[in-house]
Structure formats: C-alpha cells, structure tokens
C-alpha cells in the first residue's frame, strides 16, 4: 500500500506540489505566529541604559482595573518618590542606590526627541566617558553617537525653552538611544517632579533575587531583575495583550486558510483519479486500503512541506517581528523570543489540520465503488447532499448574522468581530460550490456566453456539468478576494474613522506641533499673534473613571483630552466649557447618565501616570459616536504626562496662512487644519498589521491554489480535447472555451469574495462612521482584480497549450488519469 | 457438480419512471465449477451487465447472486471486496491498469493488495505466455492497447483465482496472440479446475469454451455445449433476427 502511494505520488508531482508549498508556508507562518505569543508571554527587554543596576524598581507600568481583569500599560511614565530613594539607601544589603531622573530633550537642529538626565545616572549604563569630564552647572555630556564635540555650545530644548549648554565630555555606551546628561542640579531644576527609577546595587555576596524579597515597596511599585529591566526603560511592552490577540487572530487564520486550499486540491486529485481508485477498489483493494494510500500519499507530502516550514520558521518569525518593530507597532529593544515551545506547537497544529482536512478527502475516496471504473463518461453525480446543503446554508446565515449584528457594536469591537464575516463566507462558497455555479449560470449569463459561437455553448456546458471541478478553483478566488479586500477596507475604513473622530471634534486653522512641549509663556505669544481668535492647548491622554467605578471602558481606557480654549465642536448639553479649569471634568451625557452624574457631582479619575485626582463636572458635551472623549483643562491633565507640558497648540484665525507664516517657537512645526490629523496615530497600529499581513497571505495562497487547480483540472481533460479536435474544433476555439469557462469562474470568485468581504466592511463602516460606505481607494479593488486576472488567464493559456501539444489521435488513447 | 457462480432471478433495473432500462430481467443460472462457459448475445443484451453482478461488481435490483457457495447479499464493501479479492479475478473490456505502475507491478497488484506473496516463477511463466515477457518493466502509457490487455488477462492468470470472469478479452488482439490467450484460459479450466466465464461476440472465441449461453434482452434464452465457430455463428445470426422481431 505504502508503495503504491509513493509511485502514485512521483507521477503526480504537480497534483502534489500545491499542498508542499501550501503546508510549508503555513506551518512557517504558524512558526512566527507562535514566535509572537512567546515574545508576548515572556516580554523581555533586556535594558541598555540601565543595564549596570542588577536591581531596578520602578513605578508599576500597568494599570490593573480594581475588578480585578487583566492589566492594561499605563500611557503616561510614573514618578518615584525621593522618599523611597532614601529608605531603599538605607535597606540592609543594599550597596548604592542611583535614582534617575528622565525628561525629553531635544538637542537644537536636530528632529529626534532624546533622553535627558542628571550625570549620576550615568553609571547605570554605564555610561563611559572617552574624552573630557563629568558636567558642572550649564555644561552636559553628550553620547558620541549625537555629534557635537568637545567644547562646543550648543542648544537643547527642554520643556518648550532652549537651554545654552557647553558640551563639556563625550561618553559611550551600549546603547540604542542616545542621552544628554545634565549636572544633577541643573537636572533637578529642568525635571522637578521628582525621579522614575531607581537602580539599586546589592552589597557583595548578595544575590538580586533575594535583596528584591526584603525591599518594602509601596503600592504601585515594583522592582525588576533579569530582562524584566526593560520595562523601566521602554514604554509599551508592558503588557502583552495587543501580541497574544495578534498571534492568535493570525494564526487561527493561517491554519484555516491552509485547510481550504489543502482540502480543495486533495478533493480536486480524487475526484480526478476517481477511476483509478475505483479500478484499485476492483482490483481487490477494500475502502479501508483505498483511504489509507489516499491519507498517506497526502501525509507523506504534508510531513515533507511540515519540516520545510519548520526550518523557515525562523526566517518567518524574524521577517514578520522585524516589520512589527521597523513600523513602531512594538519597541525594537523587545526580544524576539522563539524557542522550541512555537515550533512544537505548529507541528502539531499543522499536522492536526492536515490529518483532518485529508481525512475527509480520504472519506470520499473510499466510498468510491468499483463499478466507476468501468464509467465511460467521466462525470460525476450532480446532487449536492442534503447534510452538505444544510452545512452550507448554516454558514451562510451565519456570515449574514455576524454581518448585521455587527452593525450595531462600538468600533473597537465591530473591528474585532466583523473580521470573520469574511471567512464564513468563503467556507459557505466552498461547501455550496457547484450549487453556487449552477445557480450563476442565469440566462442573462448564458446568453452573453453563447453569443461567442460554440465555444461559448460549450463553456456554459462544461460549468454546469463540472460545477464540482470548477468549485476547486472557485474556492480559492473567493476566499483570497474576501480576506484581502475585507482586511485591507476594514482597515482603511477604520483608520479614516479614527481620523476623523479625531479631527472633527476641533476647531482648528492653524496646528502648531512642538515634540518637547510649549510652556505657558510660549502659548501666550502664539495667543496674542495678530489675527487668532482663539488659541486652545491641547493634551491628549489616557485614564480610567475610578469613583464612580465606571466598568465600561476598562482594558480600553477612556481618551482624555486637555483643552484650555474655545476649540471644542461637540454640543454641550449642560453646563459650560468655560467652566473647564482647575480640577475639573466634562462628561459624554450617556457615560454621564450611566453613572448616574451630573453637573457638579465630583469624580475620582485615575491618570495616565496613575495619579488618583478629583474633579468636579462642569459639562456635559458629545462626542463622536464610538469615540468619545473626557474634557480636562490643559494645565490639569499636561502635569500627568510624561513630558509634562502640552505637545500641540491650536489656533483659530480669519487668516491662517498669515498666522502659519508668523508664528515662530524652537523646535516647533506650524501647520494648517490638515497636520492635525496628519501625525494621528490611530491606535490602530496592531490590527492594521494583521490586516495588511493577511491579505499578503491571501495573495499567496490564491496564486499557488489556482494556478494548481486549473493546471491540474485543464491537464486531465486531455482525452475531451482530442475528441473535440478530432471532431473539429481548432486549437484556438478550445482555448477560447477555456478562456471563457475561466474568466466566469474568475468573476464569480471576484463577485462573491467582495460580497463576503462586504460582510465584514460595511457593518464596520456603519459602526464606525455611520453610514455603510467604506473609504479606501477604489484602486485597491481595481488592482486585486488585475491579480486575480493575472493568475487564471496566463495558467490557463500555458496549460492549455500543454495539454493539446500531442496529436489528438494519442490523446484519446492515452490512459486517463 | 456445485455451482461457482449461481444466479438466482437476477434483475437489474437502470434508472426510474419511464427512463428506466431493464439491462437484466430475471436471470437464473448457474455456471458449474471447473467449466469454462462463453456468454454471448446481440449488443445491449445486457453481457456485460450479467457478468458485473455476477462478480459482486453491481449490485443487482432483486435476486441472488452466490460466490463459492456465499450470498452476496447484504456484504458490506470491505467484506464483497474480500470475497472477490480471494476467489474472483476480472478482466475489463478497457482500462485494466493502474498507469503508474509496472506490468510486472499491475500483474501481482490482486495478490499485493490482498497481502499474499506471489509465486515468482509463475507469474513470469504467465507474463512469457501472453507475450510480454521483454516489457516488464514497462508502463501502460509504453503499451499499446493489445499489450495492456495482456496484461490484464496476465493479472488475471497470475492470481489463479477459483472464478474468472473476462469481458471481451480477445477484443484488441491479433489472431495468434488471440488463440494464445484462449489455450491458456482453457488450460486453466481443464487443468487447474478454475471456473472462466468470458463474454466474447466472436464465434471463434466461443468455440474454446465448454458451453456457449446466449442472452437476449437481459435473459438467456438457449445454451450450448461442445460449441463450434460454425454451430455458434449461426445460432447467433437467428438470435439478431430474433431480437429485431420481439417488442
């Protein structure tokens, strides 16, 4: 039996090839995706800056919502008291403690926002001077890798104010991100609010681990050994939330999509062979035999392309890792961990899907029955099952029920949800096929195929009588064209969305964009500048509504935004924005009713730096539906940030450009209405990725399962195109049937896979931008159809040719299969 | 003497409703053991189809059919395919072999698949007798269409099953390769005891036969023994005329 599944698979290298390549790509994909959900699980960073302190506490970076579900990363950086400092000083077994002070510093002509710090946490990198001495007042050492030399006098902008500095040493260090070290005092002045971390040294002859269990710290800090460090240092891997869906959206997607494309060409090759099993079921073989050559043709190839995708997994897992830390989505010091757990998983994964997909195939061949052996007329039952009909139907509904109910969801949500609307449906295609093809075949559509002589008659012939082969390439177009343009307008749908929440909440002519901050006196002169109205800072921030526990916006928290200035659009229900200074608030009306709150009540808010303050509602004003804010006063929410002062200031104004051309601030950039939504990062930075990464694999897989299934339908119809030339037709006319029976396949693909991906789209645009139009450019579609196009026509064309390139006498008598 | 094969008010009905073909209507018969029997009749007379359900190949719509003393009746696939496999050998009008093997490999496919070892030495005798005993490690794509048949009477010799069953074997064979094959399959008769039953429309053929049933729109209507070329060409020219008269 063994035997005769390996001569059948060298002579049936091509039926084979489309499921080496689909396995190895996906189990190397499942490889990276496991890749991801380590990285996620285990987060290490291994600090640079503060690589010398075996032991590093810090503010706790995540926030834990007191019911207790899971934690999200805190926006904002945390200060440590200078208090601790001195009690960790004072800790038995503790050698030297070096706190460390860290604010944005730009240094002048230069566009990148770098770290700022006192001389003494130098020694945490360490920091290794090559040339001149430690800082005194107005003097800073600089890492080599910055520039200045020597003795040079140079700017730095810290706070919105330039600082005159001499560069009075160089040092070097292993590090990624360059710093600009202060004298301590001068630190001190620039940074008050006091440190973020504190490097603690153990006394010789203890160890971190057990100097970490005798340190009391206080609530909502936290020490660190080991490559756990690297939160101190970073921000964003704090939690690993955002990875862990990553790999498992991805992953679960990865392993569906191989079992379609694996389960259609396994399907395609039986049917194709269905009399030389039968012959095989004649010749004495019983159906178990018949299944278990099927099942270990197939295993065999798949276990081949399973240690191909295991060897690339590394390559895989690097690619993908490296274009998530190249675009910002996680720092690029996060460790990209992929030991032996990811690819032991995606083995098994990998071979659990495939030993079920080909199990089904291997069903269906073995109760193929001798006497289709002596069949003629290779043609198959046209009644679909009544438990396949039933089948079919469920997920069809099914995509229709995801569909609609996900017009009624938040965005973040819908977003979530929707995706899958798109894989529904495809499934519902592939299990209702040849009913689907028959039913294409409407009048109107035969008509205009007949039109092109007999070729046309006979295509609309062949689609309807081998609606079952043809459902083998139909499958793949569909679901390709469902993933890649649901995942790409969805995106884009979003995005837009996301932007204009964003920006049409605001008045704004005139956005001025400062990365180190505008200080009070700074906004001031952008105020009184001839020609503005109105001038408002703006700060934008995270939190969470603590008194009154407000559950609904928990591991997703609330955006806050500080204003000071008549820039905001949404209505005001009650109360006035003019009222919005000191410790105070303005509400959504439906969060405010949910909480049962009103104008005057006092809320408890926890900030971004999880700072506990009280404020008083003043307001109660709309937002967006879906992306609602919280209104704070600039100066309020500003003093919880990590750069403590607001990073944008609006201005409106009769004029603009008048305005744009006269206003002037160090290391600012002024621009019209449209820089406000220009820099806004969405948030959306970890879906867009599997977005986008999805519909890569979706083209890829479309390319290798279509060009294989059309090779391998047009080649076995060898025999009928003999018959047609003997009786006949010309080359040129069986290609023309061909083109024709091909290009219908092709646009029912297109037609249904946009159906199905509008499935998924335009319940999110409703749910995200209210009506059921999404945006993107239309060129999206016009360019996948260009693809699509691309894959049949030239593979027909060439097999084509390859199969009518004997005389048409030997075709007809060659054997079958 | 018992039965091999024996069929017992075997119908085989085609299709429903008004579209319905009666391929067989009611055949009872039984081919004894050790004969060698030749089914002939007019084209559409149903051969082909008596020879099927007689090998467990179709099932018939009402009737019996018994194997070496067992009903078919009610066997399961895997249990008919193993009837078939230990005692039934078939050779097809077309499309015999498996394109990916070897003849030497087709030859003793029945035997692998049933997991018995085969007996070298006779299976080369029986590749010699039918003539190809230089292409044995060919492939059927190398053969001509005479040569594949070859080899599948070869397959069928090889096994030395108690029944086989041939449809049109001598079809695609020149003459002397055609007498070959007929020795030979007489030879396994008399000899070895097997029981062959060959549907065959050449006069000639039949003669190498025991006895010769004619059938006639799926029944069988006259039987010979010691059959002649001459003897069974007429009774088949009066049959055709027959068959045109009746409804």
């Not at chain 1, 007949?450 to 043809?470: M, Y």
């Not at chain 1, 929410?637 to 609006?650: R, Y």
């Not at chain 1, 305005?659 to 209405?673: C, K, N, S, Y």
């Amino acid at each position: 039996m063994i035997r005769l599944a390996f001569s059948s698979l060298r002579h049936r290298a091509a039926a084979f090839l489309a499921i080496l390549v689909a396995v190895t790509l996906g189990s190397a994909l499942l490889c990276a995706a496991g890749g991801l959900l380590e990285t996620g699980l285990r987060l290490n960073a291994p600090p640079q800056r503060l690589a010398a302190a075996p032991i590093v506490v810090t503010g706790d970076p995540a926030y834990h919502p007191p019911n207790g579900s899971g934690s999200v990363a805190f926006p904002e950086r945390q200060r440590v008291d200078a208090a601790l400092v001195t009690k960790l000083a004072g800790t038995a077994g503790v050698a030297q403690v070096i706190p460390d002070r860290s604010f944005p510093a730009m240094v002048a002509g230069s566009k990148d926002v770098i770290g700022g710090h006192g001389w003494g946490s130098a020694a945490l990198a360490p920091y290794q001077l090559i040339a001149g001495h430690a800082p005194t007042s107005g003097e800073v050492v600089v890492d080599a890798k910055l520039g200045p030399q020597l003795g040079d006098r140079i700017s730095v902008i810290v706070n919105g104010a330039p600082q005159a500095v001499t560069v009075a040493g160089v040092a070097a260090a292993k590090v990624d991100l360059p710093s600009v070290f202060f004298a301590d005092a001068d630190a001190a002045r620039l940074a008050p609010r006091g440190f973020d971390t504190v490097g603690v040294f153990p006394a010789p002859g203890v160890s971190p681990r057990e100097l970490v269990r005798r340190l009391e710290l206080p609530d909502g800090v936290a020490a660190y050994i080991g490559d756990d460090r690297g939160v101190a240092e970073y921000t964003g891997i704090a939690t690993s939330l955002p990875l862990i869906i990553m790999s498992g959206v991805f992953g679960g997607m990865v392993a569906v999509v191989m079992a379609l494309v694996v389960s259609a060409t396994i399907g395609l090759s039986v049917r194709q062979r269905r009399r030389e099993l039968a012959l095989l079921r004649a010749s004495g073989a019983t159906p178990r035999q018949v299944r278990r050559m099927v099942v270990t043709e197939t295993m065999a190839v798949g276990v081949i392309g399973l240690a191909l995708g295991l060897l690339s997994g590394r390559v895989a897992g690097d690619w993908i890792f490296g274009m998530l830390t190249g675009n910002g989505i996680v720092p690029s010091q996060l460790r990209f961990d992929q030991g032996p757990l990811p690819f032991a998983g995606a083995a098994l994964l990998t071979f659990v899907v495939l030993r079920t997909t080909v199990s089904f195939a291997a069903g269906r061949a073995a109760r193929i029955r001798p006497i289709q052996a002596l069949a003629e007329a290779a043609v198959p039952a046209g009644v679909m099952g009544r438990t396949r009909l039933i089948v079919g139907a469920v997920f069809a509904i099914g995509t229709g029920c995801i569909a609609v109910s996900t017009m009624f969801m938040s965005p973040v949500n819908a977003a979530a949800i929707g995706g899958p609307a798109g894989l529904t449906g495809s499934i519902a295609v592939a299990i209702l096929g040849p009913l689907v093809i028959r039913s294409a075949l409407v009048p109107r559509v035969t008509a205009l195929l007949e039109k092109r002589g007999p070729s046309g008659f006979l295509a609309v012939i062949n689609l309807r009588v081998r609606a079952a082969q043809f459902t083998a390439i139909l499958v793949p177009i569909t679901l390709a064209s469902a993933i890649a343009l649901g995942n790409i307008y969805a995106q884009t749908t979003q995005q837009k969305a996301a932007v204009e929440a964003y920006t049409d909440n605001l008045f704004a002519d005139v956005v001025v964009t400062s990365p180190a901050g505008v200080t009070p006196g700074q906004f001031e002169e952008l105020r009184s500048l001839p020609g503005v109205t109105a001038a408002s800072e703006l700060v934008r921030s995270k939190g969470w509504i603590e008194e009154p526990y407000d559950a609904s916006h928990t591991s997703d928290p609330w955006p806050l935004l500080g204003l000071s200035g008549p820039v905001y659009k949404g209505k005001v229900r009650e109360g006035s924005l003019d009222d919005l200074t000191g410790s105070t608030v303005a509400l959504p009306p439906d969060a405010a009713r949910k909480l049962k709150v009103g104008v005057g009540s006092e809320l408890g808010l926890r900030l971004g730096d999880n700072a506990l303050v009280k404020v008083k509602v003043v307001a109660l004003a709309e937002g967006p539906d879906g992306y609602e804010s919280l209104l704070l006063p600039s100066a309020l929410l500003a003093a919880h940030t990590t750069t403590g002062l607001p990073a944008q200031v609006l201005l409106r104004a009769e004029h603009p450009d008048q305005v744009i051309a006269a206003a002037e601030l160090p290391g600012a950039t002024v621009g019209g209405r449209d820089v406000l939504g220009a820099g806004y990062d969405a948030g959306l930075g970890i879906d867009a990725w599997i977005g986008y990464l999805l519909a890569g694999i979706a083209i890829a897989y479309t390319a290798i399962a279509s060009i294989n299934t059309i090779a391998v339908a047009v080649l076995d119809r060898r025999r009928e195109f003999g018959l047609q030339r003997l009786t006949g037709s010309t080359r040129r006319q069986v290609k023309a049937m061909l083109y024709l029976e091909h290009l219908v396949i092709a646009a029912l693909g297109l037609v249904l896979g946009v159906l199905a991906a509008a499935c998924a789209v335009l319940p999110i645009a409703v749910a995200t931008r209210g009506w059921p139009i999404p945006s993107g450019s239309p060129w999206v579609l016009l360019g996948w159809i260009a693809v699509v196009l691309l894959l049949v026509l030239p593979t027909t064309a060439v097999t084509a040719r390859l199969a009518m390139r004997p005389q048409p006498m030997d075709a007809l008598s060659s054997p079958i299969g | 003497m018992n039965a091999a094969v024996q069929l017992t008010e075997v119908r085989k009905v085609y299709g429903t409703g008004p579209g319905s073909v009666t391929a067989l209507d009611g055949v009872t018969y039984g081919f004894a053991e050790g004969t060698f029997t030749a089914v002939m009749g007019p084209s559409g007379s149903g051969k082909s189809t008596l020879l099927h359900c007689a090998a467990g190949l179709d099932a018939p719509t009402s009737g019996d059919v018994h194997l070496v003393g067992r009903s078919l009746r009610g066997l399961n696939e895997t249990a008919l395919t193993e009837l078939r496999r230990d005692h039934v050998a078939f050779v097809f009008q077309s499309f015999n072999l498996m394109p990916t093997l070897t003849v030497r490999q087709n030859v003793v496919l029945p035997l692998t698949l049933a997991g018995k070892s085969p007996d070298r030495a006779w299976v080369s005798e029986v590749i010699q007798r039918v003539g190809l005993g230089d292409r044995i490690r060919h492939r059927p794509s190398e053969l001509s269409g005479g040569q594949q048949q070859r080899v599948a009477i070869a397959r069928a010799l090889a096994a030395r099953t108690a029944i086989t069953f041939a449809d049109e074997p001598t079809g695609a064979l020149d003459t002397v390769t055609a007498l070959e094959v007929l020795s030979l399959l007489r030879d396994q008769s008399r000899a070895q005891g097997q029981t062959i039953v060959m549907v065959t429309h050449d006069p000639v053929a039949a003669s190498y036969a025991d006895r010769v049933v004619f059938l006639v729109d799926g029944r069988i209507v006259s039987e010979t023994t010691r059959p002649t070329a001459e003897s069974v060409a007429a009774q088949l020219a009066q049959l055709s005329s027959r068959s045109k008269v009746s409804p």
